[in-house]
């Protein structure tokens, strides 16, 4: 394949943007470029822009063995130093490690350095690939004997971009309140991630911290939600607030102490989720999981809580529960072929990692249930609420919204004492 070369113009673009109680105000720098639009590959000498923005690095992917990219917009490929070259839709970038630097392999031309980035030479700014779509730029690196992809990308950008992924937008404009005050509680959760000032990158994004889809996890009515609260982020006492949030809460919020062990904090408390509970409406309010003693006794057992399945269960019983109603201990009586009794008790929220849902795709909804033991030792659990129950609840801020009661009015509800501010100021 034949490669043509041309100059490469420059131009600037600003993108980008924690988890800890801190104080100060945050810049970051933030490099993005783009330009032109041609089909071929160019080779130029000069670098990208680099500007200050407030910018989040985000982890899209961590490997140890080769990392092929398929192209699928324009897009320049620069070093530290310079821009290297301008590569169309179609092609594969072919990234390998070499020592401590990578070495990229695009058709019969290769680039060798220790850092890489991809910023958009299309007019809409967006990065296409594998099927993907991102804002912001893509790093490439090698760090231990691996190589890293960041999506260094503006915080704005980056709160649209989990908006859809965490929230359901709704019909019309009947969550639009609820979706304001959920893009407060993720702009503050990521500006926390980024103090905790990690070596090479700030958040993941996934459920480890928050689920982000690019481009891909935007809608018309999030961004607006995004553009009208841009900047403000939920404060207590001066500091940042620490936020969590889950999608039901089954009538009521949890203490954060009990589910984090971390210090009381008076504004994560639990709170009742109104009289007939807002998130009512969540189709997770109610649910009901049946287990044979096969299955239950199964996942002790992957648990590392026995060594084996040998074992038939004699009771369970829910010794202690919080004041949410949520299960503080639960005790698992259990028999061996002997005829021998083994105890085994499980607390908070890590019962739902240990009892999953009866499919076993996911952990346990919550921890906000009754459960019964019949004569043939099956189990049923019965349940309300989805998530850890800490902080904002998700369906029951859409029940409010629904109610026309304003993003204020709702973060106030579960976040007790706390206030806006932007965190530019």
Not at 181 to 194: G, M, P
Not at 306 to 311: A, D, F, I, T
Request: hydrophobic letters at 35%.
């Amino acid at each position: 394949m034949n490669f043509s070369f041309s100059p490469i113009l420059k131009q600037k673009n600003i993108s980008q943007t924690s988890f800890l109680l801190l104080q100060s105000i945050f810049i970051l720098i933030l490099f993005i470029a783009g330009c032109s639009s041609t089909k071929r590959f160019a080779v130029g000498n000069k670098s990208d822009t680099i500007l200050e923005a407030n910018i989040i690095r985000v982890l899209i992917a961590d490997r140890q063995d080769d990392l092929v990219i398929n192209v699928e917009s324009q897009i320049y490929i620069s070093n530290t130093d310079k821009r290297l070259a301008k590569i169309n839709s179609g092609y594969k970038i072919t990234a390998k490690q070499d020592g401590n630097i990578i070495k990229l392999l695009i058709d019969d031309k290769d680039f060798v350095s220790d850092t890489f980035f991809i910023s958009s030479a299309d007019e809409d700014k967006i990065i296409k690939i594998d099927g993907k779509k991102f804002r912001g730029r893509i790093k490439i690196f090698n760090y231990n004997s691996q190589i890293k992809v960041i999506n260094q990308i503006g915080l704005e950008d980056y709160v649209k971009g989990v908006m859809t992924k965490e929230m359901p937008i709704g019909k019309g404009d009947e969550n639009y309140q609820a979706l304001k005050a959920f893009s407060i509680c993720v702009r503050t959760y990521a500006l926390l991630r980024i103090y905790e000032n990690k070596n090479f990158y700030d958040i993941y994004p996934d459920t480890r911290d928050q689920v982000y889809g690019g481009v891909d996890g935007e809608h018309l009515l999030s961004n607006k939600a995004v553009d009208e609260t841009n900047g403000q982020i939920l404060f207590y006492d001066g500091k940042p607030a620490i936020v969590y949030y889950h999608s039901t809460c089954g009538g009521h919020t949890e203490n954060s102490k009990n589910v984090f062990t971390n210090d009381e904090l008076s504004y994560l408390l639990g709170v009742k989720d109104g009289d007939a509970p807002f998130c009512k409406i969540s189709p997770r309010f109610n649910w009901e999981e049946k287990y044979s003693q096969e299955i239950f006794v199964g996942y002790l057992v992957k648990a590392g809580l026995l060594k084996n399945s040998n074992y038939s269960i004699d009771d369970i019983i829910v010794k202690s529960r919080f004041e949410s109603g949520r299960v503080n201990e639960l005790n698992i009586t259990l028999l061996d072929q002997n005829g021998n009794k083994k105890e085994i008790n499980l607390f908070g929220n890590s019962i739902r990692s240990v009892i999953k849902i009866s499919d076993g795709k996911s952990i346990l909804r919550s921890t906000l249930f009754d459960v019964r033991l019949d004569k043939g030792k099956n189990v049923t659990i019965i349940g309300k609420g989805s998530g850890h129950g800490v902080g904002m609840c998700q369906w029951g801020a859409i029940g409010q919204s629904k109610e026309g009661i304003d993003y204020l009015t709702i973060l106030s509800h579960y976040f007790p004492g706390t206030n806006i501010k932007e965190y530019n100021d």
